[in-house]
T-cell receptor
Framework: GAGVSQTPSNKVTEKGKYVELRCDPI?????LYWYRQSLGQGPEFLIYFQGTGAADDSGLPNDRFFAVRPEGSVSTLKIQRTERGDSAMYLC????????????FGPGTRLTVL | GNSVTQMEGPVTLSEEAFLTINCTYTATGYPSLFWYVQYPGEGLQLLLKATKADDKGSNKGFEATYRKETTSFHLEKGSVQVSDSAVYFC?????????????FGKGTLLTVNP
């Protein structure tokens, strides 16, 4: 079956602009995670959804970052007033109710803020 | 808080050599431990996992044993292949309810030469 998909694969924007990054989890997966990976580093947790609700947003760096999952499937990560330091790979992962401990990752969106 | 420290790379080996990538962790409670692999141009994939002390995870010839007494989860393979060239990430999850957010190490780049 289809894996986790993320769009766009690459996004180049200018400082100060607004961006949206989309994640389509594996069908039926109730848990969804967003991570951010800077060059040469491991992924860092941003936010966790269980169904439609953000159950843990402790990793969001500041209030410019926001994420939604209105119908419990697709999620959108929104970044306002982008800064050069936001440039990174943004990864999405999902897991099923029966196998919470196994996360399946998407290919990521590479965000570049000029 | 939780943290993962893994051997810095890059690691360069000849085909059929023995591989060890060290990983130690700090966590509250009893975390689950993982190795993820990122092949060139691809997304993160779960390689193996162990959920309790003394468990051994194994996959594709790779093994790692959950050592609570040394808080370690070293990755080993007896005979590496060129196709094993990738970045390897050690990670842990310290579940809170259904939240299995991952904490990653910085990653180790492995290059295997023919």
């Amino acid at each position: 079956g289809a894996g986790v998909s993320q769009t766009p694969s690459n996004k180049v924007t200018e400082k100060g602009k607004y961006v949206e990054l989309r994640c389509d989890p594996i069908s039926g997966h109730t848990a969804l995670y967003w991570y951010r990976q800077s060059l040469g580093q491991g992924p860092e947790f941003l936010i966790y959804f269980q169904g439609t609700g953000a159950a843990d947003d402790s990793g969001l760096p500041n209030d410019r970052f926001f994420a939604v999952r209105p119908e419990g499937s697709v999620s959108t990560l929104k970044i306002q007033r982008t800064e050069r330091g936001d440039s990174a790979m943004y990864l999405c992962a999902s897991s099923s109710r029966d196998y919470y401990n196994e996360q399946f990752f998407g290919p990521g969106t590479r965000l570049t803020v000029l | 808080g939780n943290s993962v420290t893994q051997m810095e790379g890059p690691v360069t080996l000849s085909e059929e050599a023995f591989l060890t990538i060290n990983c130690t962790y700090t966590a509250t409670g009893y975390p689950s431990l993982f190795w993820y692999v990122q092949y060139p141009g691809e997304g993160l994939q779960l390689l193996l996992k162990a959920t309790k002390a003394d468990d051994k995870g194994s996959n594709k010839g790779f093994e790692a044993t959950y050592r609570k007494e040394t808080t370690s989860f070293h990755l080993e393979k007896g005979s590496v292949q060129v196709s094993d060239s990738a970045v390897y990430f050690c990670a842990l999850s310290d579940s809170r309810g259904s939240n299995y957010k991952l904490t990653f190490g910085k990653g180790t780049l492995l290059t295997v030469n023919p």
